[in-house]
């Protein structure tokens, strides 16, 4: 009896474990019939490889970005297939590829009509939209929001960045560029959208705000004590505690009639309180903290990269530096007898210095592209594109290309100059409706960070071969430390 109860279980398990097997065997090829189905319902395809199930080609995108090369992604499948569109696996979707101008061009002129935008759900928790608006509606509102408060806001800007180099470059030997790149836009964004100012309530944002920005960029494991959860709660908490706190008071000041004459060019923030739909409707409260937190989040660490990059490609070519100081210190003379501030037309004279800027963007772009998903099949090329499939646009694959910039590598900012770069090769904004539109914003952002950097200072980078690792901004890899040299020492 023994015996037959031995072979019984031992049976049992054996068909158990036969069954676990097929069940997984089963899972398996049902996983590999989707993803290779997901490929061949369209016959003509463009050409590419889907990697491995779900996963795809994921880690090599993100590996080439790790590396400080997230161009070579996409430019080394357009050599191997000979086409400026290939199809991938990336962030679980099966991806087309577009490359080029013709690329760049296709994208810009059929956005909303082809395709939409479309970020991975990671994001979405941590941004969720209150509105049902398009892209284009928001991108065309907000373009036509922001350039109102840049030309009588450049004084404030330059106010912002002397208090800044005063408390933080000033006095010291060396300094770690990136951290304080940080610091100076996350004020200049603080003032200029909330009008706030006072060190002790912006420092309370600080935490929150980090938090909500490492998430975004990091793995979306919603699990305790990750980043990802960090950024979720701190999302919320911006929104709904420290924003919808502002947002009630400066209502109330304006129902007051407190700020009343001011409201329109007093910050972005009264003047999305006082706008109005074409139905005469206002924004919600939820929905204006949601726009305030994206364009604090848009306008962080991009510019900040921005100015870091500029610090790093100064201090290697002398020469350019000089051009760049004895640009500057024309208007700044001009500036000593009155301590008067920046204004709109010395940013019509950093001419020099706007070059020398797009080619950092040109050379490091802060973003290195974005998604949107096919609403429609469609044919670029010759080849089908399916409904559903998500979209890559990569913003370094014309930049770096020998074809639109010869000796793409070089650092050099004659390239701006005259008619400047061909259309829809130097891209780091983007175009069409989704064109950043804090393009202005940027800009001025950066020039007047590089007049108060030069006409102080004189730098040299203490780590020289110091790496770029992008992860998804681009940013120095250990902070990018400087020796400075005061002009006035």
Request: with cysteine; hydrophobic share 40%.
């Amino acid at each position: 009896m023994e015996q037959y109860h031995h072979h019984y279980y031992s049976s049992l398990y054996l068909n158990l474990l036969l069954l676990f097997l097929s069940l997984i065997s089963l899972a398996v090829a049902t996983i590999f019939y989707k993803h290779k189905s997901q490929y061949h319902r369209h016959v003509n395809l463009p050409p590419g490889r889907r990697g491995l199930p779900y996963v795809g080609e994921t880690l090599d995108f993100l590996s080439t970005g790790w590396k400080g090369r997230p161009e070579n992604f996409v430019l080394d499948r357009v050599r191997e297939f000979s086409s400026n569109v290939f199809k991938t696996h990336i962030v679980g979707k099966p991806t087309a590829v577009l490359s080029g101008a013709e690329g760049n061009k296709f994208v810009f002129t059929n956005e909303n009509k082809l395709f939409v935008a479309w970020w991975p759900d990671s994001v979405n928790k941590i941004f969720p939209f209150t509105e049902t608006s398009s892209v284009a509606e928001e991108s065309r509102r907000m373009r036509r929001l922001l350039p109102q408060f840049m030309k009588p806001y450049v004084g404030v800007m330059d106010d912002v960045a002397r208090r800044h180099f005063a408390s933080s470059w000033e006095g010291r030997d060396a300094v770690e560029v990136f951290p304080l790149a940080k610091n100076y836009t996350f004020w200049v964004a603080c003032r200029l959208f909330l009008s706030l100012d006072d060190p002790e309530r912006i420092a309370e944002f600080v935490v929150p705000f980090k938090d909500v920005a490492t998430g975004i960029f990091g793995l979306p494991l919603d699990l305790p004590f990750t980043a990802f959860r960090r950024a979720i709660r701190a999302s919320t908490y911006i929104r709904e505690e420290f924003l919808t706190g502002i947002i009630r008071q400066r209502k109330s000041e304006l129902a007051d009639g407190k700020n009343a004459d001011v409201a329109k060019t007093q910050d972005i923030l009264s003047f999305m309180l006082m706008a109005t739909d074409d139905n005469g409707e206002r924004m919600s409260e939820r929905d204006i903290a949601d726009k305030i937190l994206g364009l604090l989040i848009g306008g962080h660490d991009t510019a900040s990269s921005t100015c870091s990059f500029v610090v790093k490609f100064l201090s290697e070519f002398p020469r350019i530096y000089d051009r760049v100081y004895e640009e500057q210190m024309q208007i700044a003379r001009c500036k000593a007898a009155t301590g008067e501030m920046l204004n709109w037309e010395d940013i019509q004279k950093m001419k020099y210095s706007w070059n020398v800027a797009c080619e950092v963007l040109r050379l490091v772009p802060p973003l290195q592209g974005t998604f949107r998903e096919a609403t429609t099949d469609f044919v670029f090329n010759g080849f089908s594109i399916p409904k559903g499939w998500k979209l890559y646009w990569s913003v370094p694959s014309t930049h770096k290309t020998e074809k639109y910039f010869p000796e793409p590598e070089k650092f050099d900012p004659s390239r701006f100059e005259g008619r400047g770069p061909a259309p829809y090769t130097f891209v780091p904004f983007g175009g069409g409706p989704r064109m950043c539109p804090g393009k202005e914003y940027a800009r001025l952002e950066i020039l007047v960070f590089m007049h108060n950097l030069v006409k102080r200072f004189k730098f040299e980078k203490l780590i020289p071969d110091e790496k770029i690792v992008v992860n998804p901004i681009a940013v120095p890899a250990n902070g990018l430390p400087v020796r400075l040299f005061p002009h006035n020492a």
